[in-house]
């Protein structure tokens, strides 16, 4: 007979499992970063302009030199420093802050501290469009054929110059009021209603750096018709959609008296639409001319105009009124102007 002595058994010990290393998320890129890394190399290294083409226009150097004078006198000037015919006569540097911005550049980097800042601001530009066209649900292939359209129609914007600034902000203002749309009836959110009123200070910044804020106004105004006419014909929307009208009401008497602190005061909105209505700008300026589609950049504008056009009836019967006032409104002031062919494509996220 066999008695076995039991005793303890030593138990094995398992390694541990060996981790990667955490690289710090900031260094992992994202989807966006290859995107703004391939437009780099697309727009402004495979062109045989290169980042010469942001420089191309000659009112870089104007905007540079007021923005000199600016900084040298430490006041924003009130009369012409250019003209000696007009010595008395008001004059506005409409656009200070940016030409401080850029003088400042050039003071420090040259001619490649503009190029980059200009490209910087392209790049800021179309990766938000994409981010914005894919939030609001597009799908991937489709969204990114749309931004390469995009960015070869705004092509012949990209100049160093103030409107770089309306074109990023602009692109941010339409997804902060999209997102205050989608959070309107998430009562457990409430940041996501109270973040719209960060256009606020937007405006302070956005009048001081381009005029083009003034298109900021007549798409919230689109945007209030619609939301107006959303709550009239449909009754279960009638509630959030009453609550959004008077919401960006407000928003807008809000943003007309920020818009009011610059140095000119209300005068600089007069100039603007003094300047947007002056007949002989209309006709010597080519950029306040009619589009004409004889190159490849206008075909591209074109085919997404019709696009746009084309998408109405879609938006119609899902119910949403104001993207097509903006749509139809910008589609009529990108045949009237060239320079409103890149703001319409700011749409294209629709």
Not at 257 to 286: D, K, M, Q
Not at 300 to 327: E, Y
Request: charged share 15%; aromatic share 12%.
């Amino acid at each position: 007979m066999i008695i076995e002595i039991p005793y303890p058994q030593p138990k094995a010990k398992t390694l541990p499992a060996i981790k990667p290393f955490p690289w710090p998320k900031i260094l992992t890129p994202s989807l966006s970063d290859l995107f703004f890394l391939v437009m780099a190399s697309w727009i402004f290294m495979s062109s045989p302009v290169g980042w010469h083409r942001v420089l191309l226009d000659a009112d870089t150097w104007l905007h540079t030199r007021i923005g000199q004078i600016i900084i040298s006198t430490g006041a924003v000037p009130h009369q012409d420093p250019f003209a000696f015919s007009k010595v008395a006569q008001p004059w506005y540097a409409f656009e200070w802050l940016s030409e401080v911005v850029l003088a400042t550049v050039y003071q420090f980097a040259g001619l490649k501290g503009l190029s980059l800042l200009a490209a910087t601001l392209i790049l800021l530009y179309l990766t938000t469009l994409l981010k914005y066209t894919l939030w609001k649900g597009a799908n991937g292939v489709f969204a990114l054929l749309v931004i390469l359209l995009t960015a070869t129609g705004t092509s012949i914007h990209y100049h160093a110059r103030p409107h770089l600034f309306t074109l990023l902000f602009l692109c941010v203002t339409l997804w902060i009021l999209d997102h205050n749309r989608r959070k309107m009836s998430d009562e457990s959110k409430p940041f996501g209603r109270n973040l719209v009123w960060l256009l606020i200070p937007l405006t302070v910044l956005w009048a001081n750096l381009h005029g083009g804020f003034f298109i900021f106004f007549a798409l919230l105004g689109l945007r209030v018709i619609g939301c107006a006419a959303e709550a009239y014909f449909y009754a279960d929307l009638r509630t959030s959609r009453r609550n959004e009208a008077i919401q960006l009401t407000l928003l807008g008497i809000a943003c007309t008296v920020a818009s009011l602190l610059n140095p000119y005061g209300y005068h600089l909105h007069e100039h603007i639409l003094e300047t947007l209505r002056s007949p002989w700008i209309v006709a010597n300026v080519s950029e306040f001319q009619s589009p004409k589609f004889r190159s490849e950049e206008m075909y591209n504008i074109l085919v997404l105009l019709f696009a746009g056009l084309a998408i109405i009836s879609s938006l119609l019967r899902k119910r949403n009124l104001t993207d097509p006032l903006a749509i139809l409104f910008l589609a009529y002031c990108s045949l009237t102007s060239v320079r409103h062919t890149t703001i319409f494509l700011s749409l294209i996220h629709i």
